[in-house]
């Protein structure tokens, strides 16, 4: 299992290397730090989504709610900010008390209900993203009140906040998934959920706090995002979720669960956002992009169940 997971790491790896070296032909400007810096802050939501997605993906379960999740928590930080003059800093802690709430939501749906996630996060897609709508109205909450702006524009050291923020998030997420207790249990469920079950695991709570995971970093997200836009609206992370979810396929993470790195999430997340960078560059249409997308996460998946069914036949 572990050499199968290194093999898809190098994978995502091999391409993002491939995809920088026909770039860098391709555009003089590509391969410049004031781009591959922008590629890194870029990434950086997409990567904190695909994160908290990949632990739900690694038990066999899906969030596809992720994105409007984001647009709740920032819509109701925004709100809390800049019309209702509430300390900046409780407003953020509400965006993380959010995103952990609905992730409560869902994992009790899923776990203690028996409501497959798919059915759970899909009601929660047009939920999470009206109550974003109803609350700003539609419009957005624009300037941003300290420290967002640090947070959104300024470094440690020359480090971005956004990428130094990403960095830490998925130190801590790899050292849980592969140094602790929760991770074993997690990749277990995945791989045999029954099995799982028979040894004595309690899946119905772990399952809850994968999902919670997911809606923390939905909440984390948020606050990026607020900052690097420097404004909240019901708009924000319009379909992330399949940018999150393509991430962690192309990472290598299977979508039948139990197989997957962290790691591998988080070169996805750059691999997809040098793709839009790319075409950026070569003035390639917003139209084509998003078929570009579409179709890479079609050919991930594909690769994804060839793969299984090649590991089945072994």
């Known amino acids: 299992m572990k050499s199968i ?39 950086s939501v997409i990567a904190l989504l695909a994160g908290g ?10 969030d596809l709610a992720v994105g409007a999740l984001t647009a709740l928590a920032g819509s109701v930080a925004g709100h809390m900010m800049l019309k209702m003059g509430i300390d900046p800093q409780i407003a953020m802690l509400t965006a993380l008390l959010i995103g952990a709430a609905v992730g409560f939501f869902n994992g009790y749906l899923t ?5 497959p996630a798919f059915i759970v996060t899909l009601g929660g897609l047009t939920l999470w993203r009206g109550m974003a709508f109803d609350l700003t109205g539609g419009f957005d909450n624009a300037g941003m009140p300290d420290p967002m702006p640090f947070i959104g524009y300024g470094d440690v050291l020359g480090i971005p906040m956004p990428t130094l923020i990403t960095g830490i998030f998925y130190v801590v997420m790899a050292f849980v998934l592969s140094s602790t207790k ?5 990749y277990a469920m995945g791989s045999n959920e029954m099995g799982a079950r028979q040894v004595g695991i309690n899946i119905r709570w772990y399952k809850l706090g994968v999902y ?31 940018d999150a979810i393509a991430a962690v396929i192309l990472g290598g993470t299977s ?7 962290i790691w591998g999430s988080l070169l996805g997340a750059v691999l997809i956002t040098m793709i839009r960078n790319g075409m950026n ?22 690769i994804d169940v060839l793969r299984r069914k ?5």
């Open 5 to 43: 997971t290194r093999l898809e790491w190098f994978g995502t790896l091999v391409a993002v290397i491939v995809l920088s070296f026909f770039l860098t032909i391709a555009s003089p400007y590509f391969l410049t730090s004031g781009n591959l810096s922008n590629i890194l802050v870029q990434a």
């Open 212 to 242: 919670v995971t997911s809606g923390l970093c939905c909440g984390l997200a948020a606050l990026v995002l607020m900052a690097r836009m420097d404004s909240s609206s019901g708009k924000m992370a319009q379909m992330f979720e399949l």
């Open 182 to 186: 929760i991770g074993r249990y997690v």
């Open 111 to 115: 776990a203690f209900v028996g409501i």
């Open 281 to 302: 560059l070569l003035e390639v249409s917003q139209f084509k992009q998003m078929m570009a997308i579409g179709a890479v996460v079609i050919i991930a998946v594909w």
């Open 255 to 261: 979508l039948f669960g139990g197989r997957g790195s």
């Open 53 to 62: 997605q990949t632990f739900v993906i690694l038990t066999g379960g899906i």
């Open 310 to 314: 090649h590991l089945l036949k072994k």
